[in-house]
């Protein structure tokens, strides 16, 4: 069976840091570009961040930029988000997505596996 598996969210306090971890089953990730997407309550769900198969290159939303990298282990089939200086707008349930495209404005369409996501929840 096919599957991503989201781990690493939690309750953190602002200003503190999370890393999420996106582990691939019944499939290698390094053919694939993963993207990272959030959905805050009642928010459509966005692009926060891809990272080619290389990991040459990544992708950032505006909102995350210097707060976010994104880093692979493809000998592990793991893939990466570490997240610091959070702030309570970064609550949301952080999904990982696998496409066999290119990291191009997060373009949700493109990927073909989703995993069920983890739940980040930053408040004091």
């Known amino acids: 069976q096919l599957q991503l598996v989201e781990s690493g969210g939690g309750l953190v306090q602002p200003g503190g840091s999370l890393r999420l971890s996106c582990a691939a089953s019944?499939?290698?990730?390094?053919?694939?570009?993963i993207g990272w997407f959030r959905q805050a309550p009642g928010k459509e769900r966005e692009g926060v961040s891809c990272i080619s198969p290389s990991s040459d290159n990544t992708l950032y939303v505006d909102s995350v930029k210097g707060r976010a990298t994104m880093s692979r282990d493809n000998g592990k089939n793991t893939v990466y988000l570490q997240m610091n200086s959070l702030k309570p707008e970064d609550t949301a349930v952080y999904y990982c997505?696998?496409?066999?495209?290119?990291?191009?404005?997060?373009?949700?369409?493109?990927?073909?596996?989703w995993g069920r996501g983890t739940q980040v929840s930053v408040y004091s």
């Open positions: 019944g499939f290698t990730l390094d053919r694939y570009a």
């Open positions: 997505a696998a496409t066999l495209l290119y990291c191009v404005d997060f373009m949700e369409s493109w990927y073909d596996y």
